[in-house]
């Protein structure tokens, strides 16, 4: 057999050669001769290279030719290339684009000899290590538009010549260790006030000096993106750059730049405004009738101390407005708290006085409001705001003793940055590339990774089938996103995929437009195993010397064994963690849950006897089992191949080890050995919601029972999205996985499991959207996009299931619609519902709140996500009707997991939330009646209206 396969390979490997001889006079000599000295000096090659003779008809990776058989591409984007770049590449005079980046072990000098590539359209040299001066003859190439040598170790000046890239519009120079002032004509002959088609000036990240001369700039460039930032620049900022008619990045920040901001109000068109770090002075710069403006940051500099300026009330597209340190006094605008896109307010180290007041309409999407060392003595607060997001340390409001230790004066949050929980995909060989954004104008990514996934996503995929998840991760002043995808129906991504699909380095990718300009650099990515390589060229040889070779393949299948092994050891996190835990450098970090055998489990469930089943679902069976100590638990056992890897299963039993509420089901413990995986829970005696409501447990729920297990359940799932760590989306929040303990308080069941179980679960949709039907969300299903929100849907639909103790979907009907259909607001007591609602509470007449309770549940079931509460909001909404109607004991009333916000907000008795700024109800009882604020006294003691 293996003989067989030899001489077959053996022919395969004699007919190449003689058919690449043959073709070999097809690329023209010149190239073919430059590829050849290229290759000597480069290792890593992709392994096309060097097969044949003939570059351009045997297609060489990354090559290609035209007509006439010169070479007018060569692209090797992330191939690891080793090597340097010799005065031969000069040779390749047809070439239209050289595209080497991502290849940091390619170094050495820029030669001269690349001058000659007259015809080159497009340059790409980015994160490489190439070193030294950029030569002058590249201002040769007049026809280049894109030029790129970013991300590498250049040193010296920007040579005055590169004035002469008359069609250049791309020019990024950023990331090296350049030196010297900026050139211009008039001083230098040439220089880059001449390059009238730039849209981009990328010089960002090095060392540049001197003074920015005014005639650099003229009205009639066409530049979009200046980013001067990180450098040396002095002087002051010349008014030419404020009549650039298309500008709309401008980065000046981290430099020392003097002087008045002359007038940028003709720059209509800017979003990014960034004058950050330098030591400007004199006032303020008006930025009235900017209106595009989405970032803006000017902190520290040495501004004329002045009262916080007007146009900050114009500025209604802003979404990061920072001015730390600016001498600014005064009261912050109201209206600039209600502007839709506003996500981050930095106004730190400044003179603001009298009250902070937000008013009642503040933007969702607000997530950090930075007033520390400010001269604030009261602060009004809504509930629409979450308390953890601002910050008020070094204010006088916070001498005051009732407010010192509250989480905006002590500064200590108590939360983790929200971080959205994506599934990362999995797999052997995924490619790897990081995003550099510059200038996002966002303060907060986490709002639009989706859509940059999706994005993405569409690009990348009409390319070459993949799997794609992203991270994120702040670099200083940059956002760096990092995509990871795998492969699909094939074990690796081969040479071509990669140099043509993830190759974003030359712009061919159009982010969302708030991403802003970017470059891409791709991580090294292992082609082949090391391994098989060998193999291959031992095989080559053995043709001619079989039994080498024989020996070769011989030696190939003990590695191979080996290498298998080591494999298992990798995929499986517990491999070498016994029970006896020597290797507890392997063990998940966990808190509480501890690890069983199987063994141990398979005593106390007697041997998984059928009897000892309590459940099943499309993940396995549920069983009930009793540890040695009497401990009653049950024990989720997955199906085989129903759960994912063991790495993720390790990840996410450390999660939920870490969760820990009175209103949630906890973790005991799991098992993960012999193929099997199992989660062990605490055993909840009395049931399900399911079960109770449908009188299968002989339990009849009155009114303030129900209300209880409401609250109980909501404080649950509010503890998972605010203050679980990273937020968990339960997904699958439904009657039957709320269970009832013998004292009938409610804990919620299977949170985090959704990201264990597969997607096929039965009683789901086959989709990425995970969810039981009838409790769906119907705008996370549209949209793919999960959110809290979508957990608030379902656990509205769980509200009208404990009015009507119906199914949600049941005889063809929906509860929903046929609750919205019955609705009459005019009957006081069962608001028109006697004939749908459960008969047990029918029965009972008055039940006390009940129309609260009903609006709330509408509330829930809102079709928009952003018009329904949060859950938390819903918590206190149900405290709240419980203390009105004196249904809670008074013990209950104090014990609020969230104590630090409900000291902090001071709610006035009788009135729920408001949901002003984004409630579209239909059914609108008298919310606008029930506005509130919370508020802070001032230190005068008085209170706000
Ligand atoms: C350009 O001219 C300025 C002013 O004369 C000089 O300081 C600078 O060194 C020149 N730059 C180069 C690269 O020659
Ligand atoms: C702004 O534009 C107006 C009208 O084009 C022009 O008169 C004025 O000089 C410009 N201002 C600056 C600072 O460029
Ligand atoms: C800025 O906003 C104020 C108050 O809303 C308004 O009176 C003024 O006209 C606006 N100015 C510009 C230039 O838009
Ligand atoms: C805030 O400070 C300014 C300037 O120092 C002063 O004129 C104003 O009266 C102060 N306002 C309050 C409410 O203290
Ligand atoms: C990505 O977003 C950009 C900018 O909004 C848009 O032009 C482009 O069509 C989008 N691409 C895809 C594949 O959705």
Redesign the pocket.
């Known amino acids: 057999m293996v003989r067989g396969k030899q001489q077959l390979l053996l022919l395969l490997f004699v007919l190449s050669a003689v058919g690449s001889r043959i073709a070999s006079a097809d690329t023209n000599p010149q190239d073919a001769a430059a590829l050849r000295s290229l290759m000597k000096k480069w290792k890593n090659l992709p392994s096309s290279w060097g097969k044949s003779n003939d570059p351009c008809g045997a297609s060489w990776d990354g090559i290609l030719c035209d007509g006439n058989r010169r070479v007018t591409s060569l692209n090797l984007f992330a191939m690891t290339i080793r090597g340097t770049l010799g005065d031969d590449i000069g040779s390749l005079t047809e070439l239209r684009v050289l595209d080497l980046s991502s290849n940091p072990d390619l170094g050495g000098p820029l030669p001269a000899a690349m001058g000659k590539l007259v015809k080159l359209e497009e340059l790409a040299l980015i994160g490489c290590s190439f070193s030294g001066p950029i030569p002058s003859e590249l201002g040769n190439l007049s026809q280049v538009k894109f030029f790129a040598l970013n991300s590498n170790k250049l040193t010296g000046s920007i040579p005055p010549s590169l004035g002469k890239l008359s069609s250049v519009t791309w020019l990024d120079l950023a990331d090296n260790l350049l030196t010297g002032p900026l050139p211009n004509s008039k001083d230098n002959g040439t220089g880059l006030d001449q390059l009238l088609e730039a849209e981009h000036f990328h010089f960002n990240r090095n060392n540049l000096e001197g003074s920015i001369p005014e005639y650099l700039f003229n009205s009639n460039m066409k530049l979009k993106h200046i980013l001067f930032d990180i450098n040396r620049f002095v002087g002051p900022i010349p008014p030419s750059i404020g009549a650039i008619p298309t500008l709309e990045v401008l980065r000046l920040n981290n430099n020392g730049f003097m002087g008045q901001v002359p007038s940028l109000k003709n720059l209509t068109k800017l979003h990014v405004l960034m004058l950050s770090n330098n030591k400007l002075n004199g006032s303020i710069p008006n930025l009235a009738g900017m209106r595009l403006l989405e970032n803006v940051d000017m902190s520290n500099n040495s501004f004329t101390p002045s009262n916080i300026p007007s146009w900050f009330s114009n500025l209604t597209n802003i979404m990061t407005l920072t001015m730390q340190s600016v001498g600014i006094?005064?009261?912050v605008p109201q209206e600039l708290f209600s502007f839709r896109k506003l996500q981050h307010l930095i106004l730190s180290d400044n003179?603001l006085?009298?009250t902070l007041d937000m008013g009642s309409n503040i933007n969702e999407g607000l997530d950090l409001v930075d007033i520390q060392n400010n001269?604030v003595?009261s602060v009004t607060v809504y509930d629409s705001f979450k308390g953890q997001f601002l910050k008020l340390q070094g204010n006088p409001l916070c001498n005051n003793s009732l407010l010192s230790d509250t989480m905006p004066c002590t500064g200590l949050q108590t939360e983790a940055p929200r971080q959205p929980r994506t599934i990362e995909v999995q797999c052997a060989h995924p490619f790897i590339e990081t995003i550099v954004f510059r200038a996002p104008s966002f303060g907060d990514v986490v709002q639009y990774l989706p859509e940059l996934q999706n994005n993405l996503t569409d690009k990348l995929n009409s390319c070459t089938p993949n799997q794609l998840s992203l991270a994120h991760s702040n670099d200083g002043e940059y956002l760096n996103v990092e995509i990871k995808a795998c492969p699909v129906n094939q074990k690796r991504f081969n040479y071509s995929q990669v140099l043509n699909c993830f190759n974003l380095t030359r712009q061919t990718y159009k982010p969302p437009e708030l991403f802003g300009p970017y470059y891409a650099r791709a991580r090294h990515y292992p082609f082949h195993d090391k391994a098989s390589r060998a193999v291959l060229i031992g095989v080559v040889t053995g043709s001619v010397l079989l039994v080498v070779g024989l020996t070769l393949v011989g030696f190939y299948a003990v590695r191979q064994k080996k290498r298998a092994q080591k494999l298992v050891s990798i995929n499986n996190p517990f491999a070498s963690w016994g029970s006896m835990g020597e290797d507890i450098g392997e063990a998940p970090k966990l808190k509480s849950a501890r690890f069983f055998t199987l063994e141990e489990l398979k005593l106390c469930t007697n041997d998984f006897r059928e009897i000892n089943a309590i459940g099943a679902g499309g993940y396995g069976r549920v069983y009930r089992g009793k540890l040695p100590d009497g401990q009653l638990v049950a024990i989720k056992r997955s199906k085989e191949g129903s759960m994912q890897g063991g790495l993720e299963f390790k990840t996410e039993i450390e999660l939920l080890s870490r969760v820990h509420h009175k209103n949630l089901v906890g973790l005991v413990g799991f098992c993960f050995e012999k193929g099997e995986k199992m989660l062990v829970y605490e055993f909840i005696s009395n049931g399900t919601l399911s079960e109770a409501l449908y009188g299968m447990k002989g339990i009849q729920l009155d009114w303030s029972r129900r209300l209880k297990i409401a609250l109980d359940s909501a404080r649950g799932l509010a503890y998972l999205h605010d203050h679980a760590n990273p937020p968990i989306i339960h997904r699958d929040v439904k009657s039957t996985n709320i269970l009832l303990d013998e004292k009938m308080t409610a804990k919620v069941a299977d949170f985090g499991l959704s990201l264990l179980v597969s997607d096929s679960e039965e009683g789901q949709l086959c989709t990425n959207v995970k969810g039981t039907l009838g409790y769906l969300d119907p705008e996370y299903y549209m949209t793919q996009q999960l959110t809290a929100k979508s957990d608030v849907y379902s656990f509205g639909v769980v509200l009208l299931e404990l009015i009507m103790a119906k199914p949600p979907i049941h005889d063809n009907k929906y509860i929903v619609r046929e609750l919205k259909m019955a609705l009459d607001m005019e009957d006081r007591t069962h608001c028109g519902l006697q004939d749908v609602m459960d008969p047990i509470l029918a029965k009972m007449g008055g039940l006390l709140g009940f129309p609260r309770f009903l609006k709330l549940a509408l509330q829930c079931v809102e079709e928009m996500g952003t018009g329904r509460p949060s859950m938390n909001t819903i918590v206190r909404e149900i405290e709240g009707i419980m203390q009105d109607y004196g249904l809670i004991p008074a013990s209950m009333s104090t014990s609020s997991s969230f104590s630090i916000e409900s000291r902090m907000m001071k709610i006035g008795p009788k009135l729920p939330y408001s949901s002003a700024s984004t409630s579209h109800s239909t059914f609108d009882m008298d919310s606008r009646a029930f506005e509130y604020s919370a508020v802070f006294p001032s230190s005068h003691g008085s209170l706000k209206p």
């Open positions: 006094s005064g009261q003179q006085n009298g001269g003595t």
